[in-house]
């Protein structure tokens, strides 16, 4: 619909999921971010809560990329496919693009907007500062930006969940792609909260090495990806990517690629393909 938007975060193109999936994928920033916001303009759309009925080859034919591509995404805790129910989702869609979202984002900008205003209005009983001197703003502005850069005014950074030190010890000492942020990946604190999940966790960071399944070192971001510990302990990624075992299927990760929807499902979704099309060329031509 008209006037349909989503926030935008101007560092997305540096973010270290972004330049991660850069450098697993071989694309240009601004592929990466196209596609990103193509998934999540969709979503904006057609889901409520950023789950939508799609099996991966579909939503690369749809957003751009392709299986690979969109398995990398869910690799660095951006997207969850479920191939058995074929669903994909997004993670913390509630947060950053649910309604209520957006209307924080909104709300703090008009908040920003008054601070501001009210900061460059000269009070009563003031004297006004003299022309070409700075404003309040920008002398709050310049205060901050040298408190920022002085010895010893560093602000902390946000406090760490219990259990992250040593759970990157952990991390750090094993196979996988090496953290190097101070602070801990977005899910870390959600896993930590439920019960078992840690001591697994653990356990989990030891049989890493002996899973066959995975070209590339597993990065910690899929660690902490709901379900990921569980299936590494019941053996799923054993096997290499491409072998499958003589005794049948041993779960979703070992099923053939789902077809493409046919039908009133290819139809409709034929349809919400063009109108989100129509939609993107209205907002350019605005």
Known sequence: MAGEWIPYDVCLPHKPEVLELVDRTGLQPDQVVGRLLMLWGWAALNSSDGTARMSVRLLAKLC???DEFWREVES???LVIDAENGTVAIPGWERRFSQAAK???LSSVRHQVDKARGAERPQSGRVAPPAGAPSALERRDRGDRNSSSSPGS???G???PAGWETLRKA???GTGRPWKLPSAPEKVAERLAEEGWFEKALAAIQELPRCKYFRDPVTLPQLVAK???DKVLG???DNPRDQRPAGGYRGQDDKPPAEGWKGKDADDLEYTRRKMIEHLRQEVTQ
């Open 227 to 229: 379900g990921f510990v």
């Open 235 to 237: 053996g799923q990624f």
């Open 154 to 156: 560093a602000a902390q």
């Open 64 to 66: 751009g990329g392709d």
């Open 171 to 173: 991390w750090a000492a």
């Open 158 to 160: 946000p406090e760490q």
């Open 103 to 105: 209307s924080r984002a």
């Open 76 to 78: 660095v805790g951006w």
